[in-house]
């Protein structure tokens, strides 16, 4: 798997959302500041509720920048079934019968793209199903707890 190319298809979403994000916060801050949005009486929030929104969207875009900086300088590197699971590892999982692929980035989590005919979702250390994956080996099982619920994502591949 070319992970270059990988990381050039995220890029790209990346940036189509961003681009998105920027004219949604445009739209945003002109309902926020328009006279429509101008409280009527104490309980009119439109135009708050509108500035509230633009600041997450603005929050939004900002790590996305982040993300987009992480992988201009990102360090990849190729992974072999006796290798344990570190940034920059692509990984095919298996969970009850379905077949996942996941990228393990610092930043970035819940990204998905389409590569190469696969669905490769970005999963940072952070979260359980990265926190479980990290360290594991080809033949390895990653298990993720979730109060009663338990997930076990056997690991077919890494790159």
């Known amino acids: 798997m070319d992970k270059k190319k990988l990381i050039e298809a995220i890029r790209t979403q990346l940036v189509a959302d961003m681009t998105a994000l920027k004219e949604a916060v445009k739209a945003t801050i002109d309902a926020a500041t328009n006279e429509e949005s101008k409280a009527e009486n104490e309980y009119d929030t439109r135009g708050l509720e509108a500035s509230y929104l633009a600041r997450g969207q603005a929050k939004r875009i900002a790590d996305i920048e982040e993300v987009l900086l992480l992988l201009k300088h990102l360090s990849v590197r190729d992974f072999g079934p006796n290798d344990g699971i570190s940034s920059s590892a692509v990984i095919e999982v298996e969970h009850n019968g379905k077949?996942?692929?996941?990228?393990?980035?610092?930043?970035g989590g819940g990204v998905s793209v389409q590569?190469?005919?696969?669905?490769?979702?970005?999963?940072?250390?952070?979260?359980?199903?990265?926190?479980?994956?990290?360290?594991?080996?080809?033949?390895?099982?990653?298990?993720?707890?979730n109060g009663p619920q338990v997930r076990e994502y056997d690991?077919?591949?890494i790159w």
Do not use: Y
């Open 115 to 145: 590569f190469e005919g696969k669905t490769i979702q970005v999963v940072t250390p952070n979260s359980p199903l990265g926190e479980a994956l990290l360290d594991q080996k080809v033949g390895g099982v990653a298990v993720v707890e």
């Open 99 to 107: 077949t996942s692929f996941f990228f393990i980035l610092a930043k």
């Open 155 to 157: 690991i077919i591949n």
